[in-house]
């Protein structure tokens, strides 16, 4: 058990929706990194919070969007949800915005239909 | 562009036997290494990470081991159990991109009884 917690597990959503996925970080990091992880790949950064700041983002397009709140939980939020987006969604995260250890919540799978 | 790749997509061994999984990474100024492990419908499970200044760190039954000048990574795990079967990626992070990871696509390894 990391203590990172992702909410929902699953989730049915109909191209052109909207989506906000949950994380709960671990306690005591400031840090939460959003990964998009298609079926057969590794993950892929979607963006990264630190300290309620979007701190490094990924090749996504703006509908991609998140938030940090200052008990460090983040949201990810997707506008206009296409047949690709639908994937494992991770969330990772760690304390401060230097190389430590990161680690992984179970993830959102996500069903564009 | 540059990313990290792995030689080999699967790997089966023997139960009691010794794993090596490889991972070739192309950009230089990565100075962090992490090794990860993901099973079935859960997400990465951290085993390991190196940083650049270092070439071994060794765990429980795991040893990272970092060759710079060729730019070569690899996860050797000892005597291999059927727990150990699973994905494994490894994820390198380039020097002052925050804590963005870029991830291989991924070693199946099996552990035959």
């Known amino acids: 058990e990391t203590g990172v917690t992702q909410s929902p597990t699953h989730l049915i959503k109909t191209r052109g929706q909207q989506v906000t996925l949950r994380c709960s970080s671990q306690?005591?990091?400031?840090?939460v990194s959003w990964y998009q992880q298609a079926l057969g790949q590794g993950p892929q950064f979607i963006f990264q919070y630190y300290r309620e700041e979007e701190n490094g983002r990924g090749n996504f397009p703006p509908r991609f969007s998140g938030l940090q709140f200052p008990n460090y939980s983040s949201e990810l939020n997707v506008n206009a949800l296409e047949l690709d987006d639908s994937a494992l969604y991770l969330c990772a995260s760690s304390f401060g915005d230097m190389n430590t250890e990161a680690f992984f919540g179970q993830g959102t799978r996500l069903t564009v239909v | 562009g540059e990313s990290v790749g792995l030689h080999l997509p699967t790997l089966s061994v023997q139960e009691g036997d010794n794993s090596i999984i490889n991972c070739a990474y192309s950009?230089?100024?990565?100075?962090?290494f992490i090794w990860y492990k993901q099973e079935s419908g859960k997400g990465p499970q951290f085993i390991i990470d190196?940083?650049?200044?270092?070439d071994k760190r060794q765990g429980q039954r795991v040893t990272v081991l970092l060759n710079k000048t060729v730019k070569h990574l690899s996860l050797q795990i000892a005597a291999t159990q059927p727990g150990d079967s699973a994905v494994y990626f490894c994820a390198e992070n380039i020097a002052g991109s925050a804590r963005q990871l870029t991830f291989g696509s991924g070693t199946q390894l099996t552990v035959l009884p």
């Open positions: 950009n230089s100024a990565s100075d962090y």
């Open positions: 190196i940083r650049s200044n270092m």
């Open positions: 306690s005591g990091h400031n840090t």
